[in-house]
T-cell receptor, first 112, second 120 residues
Framework: GDSVTQMEGPVTLSEEAFLTINCTYTATGYPSLFWYVQYPGEGLQLLLKATKADDKGSNKGFEATYRKETTSFHLEKGSVQVSDSAVYFCALSSAGGFKTIFGAGTRLFVKA | DTEVTQTPKHLVMGMTNKKSLKCEQHMGHRAMYWYKQKAKKPPELMFVYSYEKLSINESVPSRFSPECPNSSLLNLHLHALQPEDSALYLC???????????????????FGPGTRLTVL
């Protein structure tokens, strides 16, 4: 079945450091890919998405590119802030279905 | 309005109590979801309603009873819960959208803030 694997955390960075959170997936057909963010005590928010190969999703300085050849959707940000401290979930949605498959989540701590 | 609201924000209940969680959206979405999230884990799908009909039940125990009174509202009725049911309960909604791949569609979900449930 479909699955998402993302790097284990926690990831601890200093402010203004470069961030990469790796995500790979297994799916049939043409899944859409997402990154969701969950701040402490809150629900999930969609951070960015990509619906086809080579699409780049971007939002709030975060970027991820849908790489079909490597089945990856790595999240990057050039300069993190303390306010980016949260849990990040990579997810996929298979064509025509209502189910979203989530990765295990990666907790990010950013120190001032 | 791109918001999903949930009430209450926190709920503490005993194992013999009956309570309900409520969820509301006004984005015209026709799919609504209940998820359960334990600490440091991803959300686990419980139920999906599509056009007010139950489409998916992920083998959830009958002490959880969902209800979709109309296209904007989703309830989760709780009865005789166990302490291990303590978790964050998230509601979400979506409209199936057409993607750009061959015959693709995708499911962008909007989540509410959740209800933090504690069962004593």
């Amino acid at each position: 079945g479909d699955s998402v694997t993302q790097m284990e955390g926690p990831v601890t960075l200093s402010e203004e450091a470069f961030l990469t959170i790796n995500c790979t997936y297994t799916a049939t057909g043409y899944p859409s890919l997402f990154w969701y963010v969950q701040y402490p005590g809150e629900g999930l928010q969609l951070l960015l998405k990509a619906t086809k190969a080579d699409d780049k999703g971007s939002n709030k300085g975060f970027e991820a590119t849908y790489r079909k050849e490597t089945t990856s959707f790595h999240l990057e940000k050039g300069s993190v802030q303390v306010s980016d401290s949260a849990v990040y979930f990579c997810a996929l949605s298979s064509a025509g279905g209502f189910k979203t498959i989530f990765g295990a989540g990666t907790r990010l701590f950013v120190k001032a | 309005d791109t918001e999903v609201t949930q009430t209450p924000k926190h709920l503490v209940m005993g194992m013999t109590n009956k309570k309900s969680l409520k969820c509301e959206q006004h984005m015209g979405h026709r799919a609504m979801y209940w998820y359960k999230q334990k600490a440091k884990k991803p959300p686990e799908l419980m139920f999906v309603y599509s056009y007010e009909k139950l489409s998916i039940n992920e083998s959830v125990p009958s002490r959880f009873s969902p209800e979709c009174p109309n296209s904007s509202l989703l309830n989760l009725h709780l009865h005789a819960l166990q302490p291990e049911d303590s978790a964050l309960y998230l509601c979400a909604s979506s409209q199936m959208l057409l993607g750009q791949g061959a015959s693709s569609s995708y499911n962008e979900q909007f989540f509410g803030p959740g209800t933090r449930l504690t069962v004593l």
